[in-house]
C-alpha cells in the first residue's frame, strides 16, 4: 500500500471503529524483564535459573501461571498455595525491575501512531496486572494511545476468558462486530472467539508455535503492517 493509498483510507474512515492490543509478545518485548523477576525466585529457593528464551515460552497467562511454570522447568513443582503465595514476592521483584530492558518490538510505535492520528480508538487486554502494566506504558511513552487498559486483575477472568475484551470494548464504546483484537497467542484468539471479535495475530510472539497454527482471522508479518490489514468497518474484509 503506497502513501497515497493509506492517506486515502485514513481519510475514508475505512478502519474498524477499535483495536484492542495484547502487550507482551505483541507490542511489547518484556521477557527479559520478566525473566530476571522469575529467576530471582528461583534463585531464593535455590533452584537454578531460566534463560530468557525459555522464559519467553512461559509467559501469557498471568504471573502465577508464569511461577508455576518456571518452578515445574525448575524441576520444583508447587501447589496451587504455594505458588499463590508467591505471587506478592513476583510482583514486588518485578514492579522493581519492569522497565529495565523491556521495550516496544519494531514498529509498534509506528502502529499506534498511525491508528491514532485515523481517528481509531485502541484498547489494551493483557494478563499482566493492570499496575505494572500502566508502569510499563508510561515509561514507554505510549499510555495516551489507550482509551481503555484492562489488566489480569482488572475483571474476574484472563483471557482466553472474554470478560477482559468486553471489559475493555464496554469502556471504549463499540461492539465486538466493528472491533478488532491484535494479539499473538491462543488466549488472544480464545477470547476473541468467544467475544464476537476479529482477530489478528503476529508473529514471533511468546507462544513457540507458529501463530498460523493458532486459528487466527488474519496474521501479519510484523506489527508495522497492521494499520494496512485491518479488516474495512464497511466490509468485514481484511485489506490485501
Not at 467475544?195 to 501463530?211: E, F, K, Q, S
Request: hydrophobic share 45%; aromatic share 4%.
Amino acid at each position: 500500500m503506497t502513501q497515497s493509498e493509506k492517506n486515502q483510507r485514513d481519510a475514508a474512515g475505512a478502519y474498524p471503529a477499535a483495536v484492542v492490543w495484547d502487550l507482551d509478545g505483541t507490542l511489547t518485548e518484556s521477557a527479559p524483564d520478566l525473566a530476571t523477576a522469575l529467576n530471582g525466585l528461583l534463585a531464593e529457593a535455590g533452584l537454578e535459573p531460566h534463560p530468557v528464551a525459555r522464559v519467553r515460552l512461559m509467559i501469557g497467562h498471568g504471573v502465577a501461571v508464569l511461577i508455576e511454570r518456571g518452578f515445574e522447568a525448575a524441576g520444583a513443582p508447587l501447589s496451587a498455595e504455594a505458588r499463590d503465595a508467591l505471587v506478592p514476592d513476583f510482583m514486588a521483584r518485578y514492579s522493581a525491575c519492569a522497565t529495565d530492558n523491556t521495550h516496544l518490538v519494531p514498529g509498534a510505535r509506528y502502529a499506534l501512531e498511525r491508528l491514532a492520528r485515523a481517528g481509531v480508538r485502541q484498547g489494551l487486554c493483557t494478563n499482566k496486572p493492570e499496575a505494572v502494566t500502566r508502569q510499563i506504558l508510561d515509561a514507554l511513552d505510549v499510555t495516551r494511545y489507550f482509551g481503555a487498559i484492562i489488566g489480569g486483575d482488572s475483571t474476574t477472568g484472563r483471557k482466553p476468558d472474554p470478560i477482559p475484551l468486553q471489559t475493555c470494548l464496554d469502556r471504549l464504546g463499540v461492539a465486538p462486530g466493528n472491533a478488532v483484537m491484535v494479539g499473538d497467542s491462543a488466549a488472544d484468539v480464545g477470547a476473541a472467539r468467544a467475544a464476537g471479535v476479529y482477530v489478528v495475530l503476529v508473529p514471533d510472539g511468546y507462544t513457540g508455535v507458529p501463530a498460523e497454527s493458532l486459528g487466527a482471522d488474519l496474521v501479519v508479518g510484523a506489527v508495522a503492517e497492521v494499520p494496512s490489514r485491518l479488516p474495512s468497518r464497511d466490509t468485514g474484509a481484511a485489506v490485501a
